[in-house]
């Protein structure tokens, strides 16, 4: 808190004397140290720059592979038996396209959603681009603000500065003139401004690589999963792969080049070229999807991540309501002169020069007196719910003041609070106007405060916010609204909205409930307090978490300090509960720890100072583009139109993603290893392998490529499950393995069947219908539920291989050509008894193995 001398010349917009207050640099100066390089030029990405998009896509362990055995090919082989390289670069040419594309729109949703300080220069203050910070610049700093660069306060009145993300220290710390600030930390309380002393790449934020701004990568178990995959291929292939150059090169004394083209076309389709390509082309057209709907995804993951949510953290002001808020009455107390009372709130309004959204109403309703001067000022803080100013009220008297909570300001057995308590029942905001009878800098200031009005807020609901609590609610996602307001206002708002209940799943099945209900929970005790029942704050806190197991699940409101410190008694009573209000900034992390504690993934949204913390440890944190600075930083997800209506489609966005790569990985895998067992058993019984690459090409483009990529688009409103590895395997390895087993039992019938010159190619052919069939098979499960374009997806495929076998340009082409009438209706019948055993296995999997 600062004081300022009651003789200076003094402006109610501006709380430093005038003649005191630094001009910023001129013009001038900017130009010259622009023109010496001092100039923050750290470039903020929000993608991968178009080179590493191009490198991540083309040098790949599996590009090197197939481009390996291409270039092999191109030599040896005819050029339809090297279709399957040209398919790489063109699968990898659409892979960096879709990414570039992804890249455009997330730069321009991230202009949008820069952060843009205000600089002092020649006198003047303006919003700027970070990138636009020089050397010694003047930044001044309110409530939500980042601090972009390191740098010197010259400037403080009440300043306290948050470096919990950079130090681990929970304690917002004051700064005064004089003192350090670190890029990276963010502002709580108070305005002032901070001369910039290191810029570019030397500020402290840039030295932690950005960091700061984004602190954790979120995990994606689909990334994950695909990885290891991966490296288990990997491990099988290497074997099975030298004992087929082994096998087809070295023991069998056929042609030259007919035995490379075998081994190739033997090692080739092991490799889920796809998968990768397919995961990331997904992950980049959501982007695109959201970001027509200016939504911006700061990190890919996160898409998949807010799909596997169960749990919605909401903070009430700005997500479930508007911003802006209506005075729509000031109630005097004791006989109060409201006249005198307005005269007050407008003097109060004018003296902060960052007003948060319940000063600004009072300013709206409440002019300024112009005769009215502060002396000093105490800024609003989440914590101690209040802020404070003193005046000199032009006609010699001096007064100081407090606006805030009334259930902090208030004694217990204070009659104002009954009345307090019904406009809260109402859903309205109530702020108690009191007369203080300390200094300001006294830490005791609100003890023996008389009160004078309560001035009585309506707030705005968002139009949208019920039908997407409702959504969330039909997908079983339970919602929590953490709000630093009155709990009985916070719960009237809530069940206007429709949230009622004991909290989620638990709730509803009646198994947990309210750890506190009806208007009460605004008058419980602070911990270490004494409550009306002559109970100490912290033996009611352990008898409200007893108490809340027999609660009633329809009276899920909260008053958040009668919660345990203990996390995993506040995790149960976070169960029971929905509606938490009077919940401090360090509580809201406190509560979503409790949550993760429990196996909850969590969601944190929020637009205030007081939700960053909490958004920075959630599993997925969402914030309003009209948030703070700080919040729109450390969130993953931005909502720049802050609209909370496109939540939903984050999370369809998400499990499109999630299930549609779970269903394509299934069908690359398969044909990984039915690859891998026909290598092992060609090895095995010393017979030449029975494909070319052309015949796998054929087969891979019309049962995987082409399917999957139309498969890993489509919508899907699956909900997320994890474990996405055991899920994938559980099919693909007995659908690969039949599929393996039946397509080498027809070749080897085939073997036995034909003979004399030609027959390799029919034996060939005859193999080729059988794995063909099968494939197809498999793609008609993976493609469940049938919708018209599904069905005429597999009906176009199986269409498309007909016409190979019917037209003789294309049965030459890829050397596919059925001979006689017995062995084509055996391997028929061969892929018959598979599909079959894919269905059993199908089923029998679903229901036994567990995930």
């Known amino acids: 808190m600062t004081h300022i001398d009651a003789g200076a010349e003094l402006d109610p917009v501006h709380p430093l004397p005038l003649p005191g207050r630094s001009p910023g640099l001129s013009t001038a100066e900017v130009a010259e140290r622009v023109a010496r390089g001092e100039v923050n030029d750290v470039p903020v990405r929000s993608s991968r720059s178009l080179t590493e998009i191009v490198r991540a896509n083309v040098f790949t362990r599996f590009n090197a592979i197939i481009g390996v055995l291409w270039l092999v090919m191109l030599f040896v082989a005819p050029f339809q038996d090297s279709l399957f390289g040209y398919v790489i670069i063109a699968n990898t040419g659409i892979?960096?396209?879709?990414?570039?594309?992804?890249?455009?729109?997330?730069?321009?949703?991230?202009?949008?959603?820069?952060?843009?300080?205000?600089?002092?220069?020649?006198?003047?203050?303006?919003?700027?681009?970070?990138?636009?910070?020089?050397?010694?610049?003047?930044?001044?700093?309110?409530?939500?603000?980042?601090?972009?660069?390191?740098?010197?306060?010259?400037?403080?009145?009440?300043?306290?500065?948050?470096?919990?993300?950079?130090?681990?220290?929970?304690?917002?710390?004051?700064?005064?003139?004089?003192?350090?600030?670190?890029?990276?930390?963010?502002?709580?309380?108070?305005?002032?401004?901070?001369?910039?002393?290191?810029?570019?790449?030397?500020?402290?934020?840039?030295?932690?690589?950005?960091?700061?701004?984004?602190?954790t990568l979120v995990h994606s178990e689909l990334?994950?999963?695909?990885?290891?995959?991966?490296?288990?291929?990997?491990?099988?292939?290497?074997?099975?792969?030298?004992?087929?150059?082994?096998?087809?090169?070295?023991?069998k004394e056929n042609d030259f080049k007919d035995s490379v083209a075998r081994t190739v076309g033997g090692i080739t389709p092991m490799v889920p070229e796809g998968l990768v390509l397919l995961t990331s082309i997904a992950f980049a057209i959501g982007v695109i999807r959201l970001g027509r709907k200016q939504c911006l995804v700061q990190e890919l993951p996160a898409i998949e991540g807010l799909a596997r949510v169960d749990t919605v953290c909401l903070d009430k002001t700005?997500?479930?309501?508007?911003?802006?808020?209506?005075?729509?009455?000031v109630r005097s107390l004791d006989g109060a002169d409201e006249t005198y009372i307005r005269r007050v709130l407008g003097a109060l309004g004018a003296s902060d020069p960052r007003p948060n959204a319940s000063l600004q109403a009072v300013i709206d309703a409440c002019p300024d007196s112009a005769e009215w001067r502060r002396l000093g000022s105490?800024?609003?803080?989440?914590?101690?719910?209040?802020?404070?100013?003193?005046?000199?009220?032009?006609?010699?008297?001096?007064?100081?003041?407090?606006?805030?909570?009334?259930?902090?300001?208030?004694?217990?057995?204070?009659?104002?609070?009954?009345?307090?308590?019904?406009?809260?029942?109402?859903?309205?905001?109530?702020?108690?106007?009191?007369?203080?009878?300390?200094?300001?800098?006294?830490?005791?200031?609100?003890?023996?405060?008389?009160?004078?009005?309560?001035?009585?807020?309506?707030?705005?609901?968002?139009?949208?916010?019920?039908?997407?609590?409702?959504?969330?609610?039909?997908?079983?996602?339970?919602?929590?609204?953490?709000?630093?307001?009155?709990?009985?206002?916070?719960g009237a708002v809530a069940h206007k909205l429709g949230l009622v209940g004991g909290g989620g799943a638990a709730g509803r099945a009646g198994d947990g409930a309210a750890v506190e209900a009806g208007s009460a929970v605004a008058r419980t005790a602070v911990p270490g307090a004494t409550d009306k029942t002559g109970a100490t704050g912290g033996a009611a806190s352990a008898a409200g978490t007893a108490a809340g197991a027999a609660g009633s699940a329809d009276s899920a409101v909260v008053d958040a300090r009668r919660l345990p410190g203990d996390r995993d008694e506040m995790a149960l009573a976070l169960d029971a509960g929905t509606v938490f209000g009077r919940v401090t900034p360090q509580q809201k992390r406190d509560m979503v720890g409790a949550l993760q504690s429990r196996g909850h993934t969590v969601a944190?949204?929020?637009?205030?100072?007081?939700?960053?913390?909490?958004?920075?440890?959630?599993?997925?944190g969402v914030s309003m583009g009209s948030g703070s600075e700080a919040t729109r930083a450390v969130a993953q997800i931005v909502l720049l139109d802050n609209s909370f209506a496109t939540l939903p489609s984050v999370v369809a966005e998400g499990r499109r993603v999630i299930g549609n790569?779970?269903?394509?990985?299934?069908?690359?895998?398969?044909?990984?290893?039915?690859?891998?067992?026909?290598?092992?058993?060609?090895?095995?019984?010393?017979?030449?392998?029975?494909?070319?690459?052309?015949?796998?090409?054929?087969l891979s483009t019309l049962t995987i490529g082409i399917p999957a990529f139309f498969l890993a688009l489509a919508p899907n409103r699956e909900r997320a499950r994890p474990h996405f590895v055991r899920r994938v395997m559980r099919?693909?390895?007995?659908?690969?393995?039949?599929?393996?087993?039946?397509?080498?039992?027809?070749?080897?019938?085939?073997?036995?069947?034909?003979?004399?010159?030609?027959?390799?190619?029919?034996?060939?052919?005859?193999?080729?219908?059988?794995?063909?069939?099968?494939?197809?098979?498999?793609?008609?499960?993976?493609?469940?539920?049938?919708?018209?374009?599904?069905?005429?997806l597999v009906a176009a495929m199986g269409g498309a291989f007909v016409l190979v076998l019917v037209v003789p340009s294309l049965q030459h082409f890829f050397a596919l050509k059925l001979v006689g009438v017995t062995m084509p209706w055996i391997a028929v019948g061969i892929s018959a008894v598979a599909a079959a055993g894919l269905e059993l296995v199908w089923r029998v999997v679903g229901r036994r193995v567990p995930v």
């Open 95 to 215: 892979g960096i396209v879709q990414e570039w594309r992804a890249k455009k729109t997330l730069d321009s949703l991230a202009v949008i959603g820069e952060a843009k300080p205000t600089v002092r220069r020649d006198g003047t203050s303006a919003e700027i681009s970070t990138s636009a910070i020089v050397l010694g610049d003047l930044i001044e700093v309110g409530p939500g603000d980042r601090i972009v660069v390191d740098g010197d306060c010259v400037e403080a009145e009440g300043l306290e500065i948050d470096e919990s993300l950079l130090t681990g220290e929970a304690d917002p710390v004051a700064r005064h003139p004089g003192e350090p600030v670190m890029s990276g930390s963010f502002v709580v309380a108070g305005t002032g401004a901070f001369k910039v002393t290191k810029v570019g790449r030397e500020a402290y934020a840039a030295q932690l690589a950005e960091e700061a701004s984004r602190f």
């Open 223 to 251: 990334r994950t999963g695909i990885s290891t995959i991966l490296k288990y291929v990997t491990w099988m292939m290497v074997p099975t792969a030298i004992g087929l150059v082994i096998s087809q090169l070295v023991v």
């Open 318 to 329: 700005g997500t479930l309501t508007e911003g802006g808020m209506d005075v729509t009455e």
């Open 378 to 490: 105490l800024p609003f803080s989440s914590a101690r719910k209040y802020s404070g100013a003193s005046f000199s009220e032009g006609d010699g008297e001096s007064s100081t003041w407090l606006l805030g909570a009334p259930d902090v300001l208030l004694d217990d057995e204070d009659p104002a609070l009954a009345a307090t308590d019904r406009l809260n029942e109402q859903g309205l905001r109530v702020l108690l106007l009191s007369r203080a009878v300390k200094d300001l800098d006294d830490p005791g200031v609100s003890v023996g405060a008389r009160p004078t009005a309560l001035v009585v807020l309506e707030q705005r609901l968002r139009p949208d916010a019920a039908d997407t609590l409702r959504y969330f609610a039909e997908q079983d996602v339970s919602a929590k609204v953490l709000s630093g307001d009155n709990a009985v206002s916070v």
């Open 604 to 620: 944190m949204t929020g637009d205030g100072v007081n939700d960053v913390l909490a958004l920075k440890d959630a599993d997925i």
């Open 661 to 698: 790569i779970t269903r394509v990985a299934t069908l690359f895998l398969v044909k990984t290893v039915y690859s891998v067992l026909l290598a092992v058993l060609v090895v095995c019984s010393q017979v030449e392998y029975p494909f070319l690459p052309r015949h796998l090409t054929l």
């Open 731 to 792: 099919y693909a390895v007995p659908g690969g393995v039949l599929a393996g087993l039946a397509t080498f039992a027809t070749y080897l019938l085939a073997r036995h069947h034909y003979s004399g010159p030609g027959s390799l190619d029919a034996e060939t052919s005859a193999a080729t219908l059988t794995l063909f069939l099968i494939s197809m098979w498999v793609l008609a499960i993976i493609a469940r539920p049938y919708t018209w374009w599904r069905v005429g």
